[in-house]
T-cell receptor, first 118, second 109 residues
Framework: GAVVSQHPSRVICKSGTSVKIECRSL??????MFWYRQFPKKSLMLMAT?????????EQGVEKDKFLINHASLTLSTLTVTSAHPEDSSFYIC??????????????FGPGTRLTVL | GQNIDQPTEMTATEGAIVQINCTYQTSGFNGLFWYQQHAGEAPTFLSY??LDGLEEKGRFSSFLSRSKGYSYLLLKELQMKDSASYLCAVKDSNYQLIWGAGTKLIIKP
Protein backbone atom coordinates (compact mmCIF):
# COMPACT_ATOMS: atom_id res chain seq x y z
CA GLY A 1 0.00 0.00 0.00
CA ALA A 2 0.91 3.67 -0.25
CA VAL A 3 3.14 5.12 2.46
CA VAL A 4 2.97 8.60 3.92
CA SER A 5 5.56 9.87 6.37
CA GLN A 6 5.53 12.80 8.76
CA HIS A 7 8.39 14.57 10.45
CA PRO A 8 8.89 15.17 13.28
CA SER A 9 6.83 12.62 15.16
CA ARG A 10 7.01 14.68 18.35
CA VAL A 11 7.98 18.27 18.99
CA ILE A 12 8.05 20.40 22.10
CA CYS A 13 8.48 24.12 21.68
CA LYS A 14 8.22 27.34 23.62
CA SER A 15 5.27 29.65 23.27
CA GLY A 16 5.77 32.19 20.50
CA THR A 17 8.00 30.05 18.32
CA SER A 18 7.09 28.54 14.95
CA VAL A 19 7.06 24.86 14.16
CA LYS A 20 7.19 23.22 10.75
CA ILE A 21 5.73 19.76 10.12
CA GLU A 22 6.53 17.88 6.93
CA CYS A 23 4.30 15.37 5.20
CA ARG A 24 5.73 13.20 2.43
CA SER A 25 4.21 10.63 0.13
CA LEU A 26 7.00 8.10 -0.27
CA UNK A 27 5.89 5.91 -3.16
CA UNK A 28 3.30 7.91 -5.04
CA UNK A 29 2.63 11.42 -6.21
CA UNK A 30 -0.05 13.24 -4.26
CA UNK A 31 -1.79 16.12 -5.96
CA UNK A 32 -3.92 16.56 -2.87
CA MET A 33 -2.93 16.37 0.77
CA PHE A 34 -5.06 16.98 3.84
CA TRP A 35 -4.11 18.33 7.23
CA TYR A 36 -6.05 17.31 10.32
CA ARG A 37 -5.74 18.02 13.99
CA GLN A 38 -7.06 15.81 16.72
CA PHE A 39 -7.62 16.63 20.37
CA PRO A 40 -7.54 13.85 22.99
CA LYS A 41 -10.54 11.55 22.72
CA LYS A 42 -11.93 13.59 19.84
CA SER A 43 -12.28 12.81 16.17
CA LEU A 44 -10.24 14.19 13.32
CA MET A 45 -10.88 17.79 12.40
CA LEU A 46 -10.01 18.74 8.85
CA MET A 47 -7.97 21.94 8.87
CA ALA A 48 -7.18 22.42 5.22
CA THR A 49 -6.87 20.78 1.83
CA UNK A 50 -3.55 21.32 0.15
CA UNK A 51 -3.28 21.16 -3.65
CA UNK A 52 0.10 21.01 -5.35
CA UNK A 53 1.03 24.30 -6.96
CA UNK A 54 -1.92 26.28 -5.62
CA UNK A 55 -3.12 27.84 -2.40
CA UNK A 56 -4.55 25.64 0.28
CA UNK A 57 -8.26 25.63 1.02
CA UNK A 58 -8.89 26.21 4.70
CA GLU A 59 -11.89 25.02 6.65
CA GLN A 60 -14.08 27.52 8.41
CA GLY A 61 -12.56 28.71 11.65
CA VAL A 62 -8.98 27.78 10.76
CA GLU A 63 -6.65 30.79 10.68
CA LYS A 64 -4.68 30.67 7.44
CA ASP A 65 -2.11 33.14 8.73
CA LYS A 66 -1.43 30.98 11.74
CA PHE A 67 -1.35 27.62 9.98
CA LEU A 68 0.72 28.11 6.86
CA ILE A 69 0.52 25.32 4.32
CA ASN A 70 2.89 24.87 1.42
CA HIS A 71 2.50 22.10 -1.16
CA ALA A 72 5.47 22.83 -3.37
CA SER A 73 5.89 19.39 -4.91
CA LEU A 74 3.85 16.28 -5.61
CA THR A 75 5.45 14.46 -2.68
CA LEU A 76 5.78 17.12 0.00
CA SER A 77 3.42 19.36 1.93
CA THR A 78 4.40 21.37 4.99
CA LEU A 79 2.34 22.83 7.80
CA THR A 80 3.90 25.66 9.79
CA VAL A 81 2.30 26.63 13.07
CA THR A 82 3.35 30.24 13.53
CA SER A 83 3.70 31.89 16.92
CA ALA A 84 2.56 28.74 18.64
CA HIS A 85 0.64 28.92 21.90
CA PRO A 86 -0.30 26.22 24.40
CA GLU A 87 -3.79 25.91 22.89
CA ASP A 88 -2.14 24.80 19.63
CA SER A 89 -0.90 21.68 21.38
CA SER A 90 -2.50 18.79 19.54
CA PHE A 91 -1.95 15.75 17.36
CA TYR A 92 -1.53 16.83 13.73
CA ILE A 93 -2.09 14.25 11.02
CA CYS A 94 -1.66 14.56 7.30
CA UNK A 95 -3.10 12.36 4.61
CA UNK A 96 -2.43 12.12 0.90
CA UNK A 97 -4.50 11.17 -2.09
CA UNK A 98 -2.96 9.84 -5.31
CA UNK A 99 -4.23 11.56 -8.45
CA UNK A 100 -5.55 8.45 -10.12
CA UNK A 101 -6.63 6.48 -7.10
CA UNK A 102 -9.56 4.29 -8.05
CA UNK A 103 -9.73 2.20 -4.94
CA UNK A 104 -11.98 3.00 -2.00
CA UNK A 105 -9.15 3.86 0.35
CA UNK A 106 -8.53 7.19 -1.20
CA UNK A 107 -6.62 8.78 1.66
CA UNK A 108 -3.41 7.40 3.12
CA PHE A 109 -2.53 8.78 6.53
CA GLY A 110 0.82 9.76 7.95
CA PRO A 111 1.77 8.62 11.46
CA GLY A 112 0.99 12.00 13.00
CA THR A 113 2.96 14.66 14.85
CA ARG A 114 2.42 15.34 18.54
CA LEU A 115 2.95 19.06 19.18
CA THR A 116 3.34 20.33 22.73
CA VAL A 117 3.67 24.06 23.27
CA LEU A 118 4.97 25.09 26.68
CA GLY B 1 -26.11 20.24 9.26
CA GLN B 2 -24.11 17.12 8.75
CA ASN B 3 -23.80 14.67 11.57
CA ILE B 4 -22.29 11.28 12.29
CA ASP B 5 -23.20 9.49 15.50
CA GLN B 6 -21.45 6.54 17.08
CA PRO B 7 -21.16 5.39 20.69
CA THR B 8 -18.36 6.96 22.66
CA GLU B 9 -17.09 3.79 24.26
CA MET B 10 -17.77 0.06 24.26
CA THR B 11 -16.37 -2.84 26.24
CA ALA B 12 -16.13 -6.43 25.08
CA THR B 13 -14.44 -9.67 26.07
CA GLU B 14 -11.55 -11.33 24.28
CA GLY B 15 -12.84 -13.96 21.88
CA ALA B 16 -16.32 -12.46 21.68
CA ILE B 17 -18.13 -10.48 18.99
CA VAL B 18 -18.87 -6.76 19.08
CA GLN B 19 -20.94 -4.53 16.81
CA ILE B 20 -20.19 -0.81 16.56
CA ASN B 21 -23.03 1.24 15.11
CA CYS B 22 -22.86 4.44 13.10
CA THR B 23 -25.75 6.62 11.95
CA TYR B 24 -25.32 9.55 9.62
CA GLN B 25 -27.14 12.55 8.22
CA THR B 26 -25.17 14.11 5.40
CA SER B 27 -25.78 16.19 2.30
CA GLY B 28 -25.47 13.40 -0.20
CA PHE B 29 -23.67 10.10 0.09
CA ASN B 30 -20.68 8.78 -1.79
CA GLY B 31 -19.52 5.99 0.46
CA LEU B 32 -18.87 5.15 4.08
CA PHE B 33 -15.51 4.27 5.60
CA TRP B 34 -14.41 2.61 8.80
CA TYR B 35 -10.96 3.31 10.19
CA GLN B 36 -9.10 1.89 13.16
CA GLN B 37 -6.96 4.20 15.24
CA HIS B 38 -4.70 3.10 18.08
CA ALA B 39 -3.88 5.73 20.68
CA GLY B 40 -1.29 8.19 19.45
CA GLU B 41 -1.26 6.76 15.95
CA ALA B 42 -2.84 7.68 12.64
CA PRO B 43 -6.01 5.99 11.41
CA THR B 44 -5.71 2.90 9.25
CA PHE B 45 -8.30 1.91 6.67
CA LEU B 46 -10.58 -1.02 7.53
CA SER B 47 -13.52 -1.02 5.13
CA TYR B 48 -15.55 0.84 2.56
CA UNK B 49 -19.26 0.50 1.74
CA UNK B 50 -21.07 2.31 -1.03
CA LEU B 51 -23.89 -0.17 -1.75
CA ASP B 52 -26.32 -1.68 0.73
CA GLY B 53 -25.29 -4.93 2.31
CA LEU B 54 -22.51 -6.63 4.14
CA GLU B 55 -18.83 -6.53 3.23
CA GLU B 56 -16.76 -9.20 4.92
CA LYS B 57 -13.01 -9.07 5.34
CA GLY B 58 -11.61 -11.69 7.67
CA ARG B 59 -12.63 -11.04 11.26
CA PHE B 60 -14.11 -7.66 10.34
CA SER B 61 -17.37 -7.02 8.49
CA SER B 62 -19.14 -3.79 7.67
CA PHE B 63 -22.80 -3.30 6.85
CA LEU B 64 -24.59 -0.41 5.18
CA SER B 65 -28.21 0.63 4.81
CA ARG B 66 -28.42 3.84 2.82
CA SER B 67 -32.18 4.22 3.30
CA LYS B 68 -31.71 4.17 7.06
CA GLY B 69 -28.49 6.17 7.11
CA TYR B 70 -26.94 3.37 9.13
CA SER B 71 -23.83 1.26 9.20
CA TYR B 72 -22.18 -1.10 11.59
CA LEU B 73 -18.74 -2.61 11.99
CA LEU B 74 -18.72 -6.18 13.28
CA LEU B 75 -15.59 -7.55 14.89
CA LYS B 76 -15.41 -11.29 15.54
CA GLU B 77 -13.04 -13.38 17.64
CA LEU B 78 -11.85 -10.29 19.44
CA GLN B 79 -8.18 -10.02 20.29
CA MET B 80 -6.50 -7.72 22.78
CA LYS B 81 -4.86 -5.86 19.90
CA ASP B 82 -8.31 -4.83 18.68
CA SER B 83 -8.46 -2.35 21.56
CA ALA B 84 -8.55 0.93 19.67
CA SER B 85 -10.86 3.68 18.49
CA TYR B 86 -13.01 2.98 15.47
CA LEU B 87 -13.92 5.93 13.29
CA CYS B 88 -16.88 6.08 10.95
CA ALA B 89 -16.60 8.56 8.07
CA VAL B 90 -18.99 9.42 5.24
CA LYS B 91 -18.13 11.02 1.93
CA ASP B 92 -20.76 13.63 1.13
CA SER B 93 -22.03 15.04 -2.17
CA ASN B 94 -18.92 17.24 -2.44
CA TYR B 95 -16.72 14.19 -1.87
CA GLN B 96 -15.65 15.61 1.49
CA LEU B 97 -15.09 13.16 4.32
CA ILE B 98 -17.30 13.83 7.35
CA TRP B 99 -15.88 12.13 10.43
CA GLY B 100 -17.60 10.68 13.46
CA ALA B 101 -16.07 11.21 16.90
CA GLY B 102 -14.98 7.59 17.10
CA THR B 103 -15.84 4.68 19.36
CA LYS B 104 -13.25 3.60 21.88
CA LEU B 105 -13.33 -0.19 22.13
CA ILE B 106 -11.93 -1.75 25.29
CA ILE B 107 -11.19 -5.46 25.20
CA LYS B 108 -11.02 -7.32 28.50
CA PRO B 109 -9.41 -10.73 28.96
Amino acid sequence: GAVVSQHPSRVICKSGTSVKIECRSLDFQATTMFWYRQFPKKSLMLMATSNEGSKATYEQGVEKDKFLINHASLTLSTLTVTSAHPEDSSFYICSARPPDERGPNEQFFGPGTRLTVL
Amino acid sequence: GQNIDQPTEMTATEGAIVQINCTYQTSGFNGLFWYQQHAGEAPTFLSYNVLDGLEEKGRFSSFLSRSKGYSYLLLKELQMKDSASYLCAVKDSNYQLIWGAGTKLIIKP
